[in-house]
């Protein structure tokens, strides 16, 4: 980012970049929504750190550990969808997340809804 540029001038400039990298991408496939799962996962982990913190708590350190290893269970399940985007695939996807995690988990809920984004309107995933 350019030094010169004021805070919410670089916020929206980064901003803009993600949506201009997020058109470029290819079809959503199983293997991007994974992806987008891991991301979800570590940013929540992140802002659970933070809020616990600040409440005087040391974090959980296993939470994240813990996550990813349901989401190998996932990618176990999905393993020979990985480069389609068809509704079998995603929706593959879709039962495999909601046996493995609670659906309204604010990450799993996330990715549920781009998926059903994709499925119905073909909008793109993203990481943000």
């Known amino acids: 980012m350019d030094p010169i540029l004021k805070p919410l001038d ?13 058109a470029a991408l290819p079809n959503a496939t199983v293997e991007m929504f ?3 799962l891991t991301s979800k996962l570590t940013q929540q982990d992140q ?13 959980n350190i296993y939470r994240l550990g813990l996550m990813f290893e349901a989401s ?3 990618e176990r399940d999905v393993a020979q969808y990985l480069k389609r ?3 079998e695939a995603l929706g ?7 046996k493995h995690f609670h659906a309204t988990y604010p990450p799993i809920a996330n990715v549920l809804r781009q998926i059903d984004n994709w499925l119905t309107k073909k909008k793109k995933p993203s990481l943000i």
């Not at 670089?10 to 997020?22: G, H």
């Not at 750190?49 to 005087?56: F, S």
Request: no cysteine.
């Open 72 to 74: 190998e269970k996932v």
């Open 47 to 59: 802002k659970e750190m933070k809020r616990e913190q600040v409440h005087g708590g040391r974090g």
């Open 34 to 36: 994974l992806q987008v």
């Open 92 to 98: 593959v996807m879709k039962a495999s997340l909601q």
């Open 10 to 22: 670089q916020l929206i400039a980064a901003r803009v970049a993600s949506r201009v990298v997020q």
């Open 85 to 87: 985007d068809d509704a």
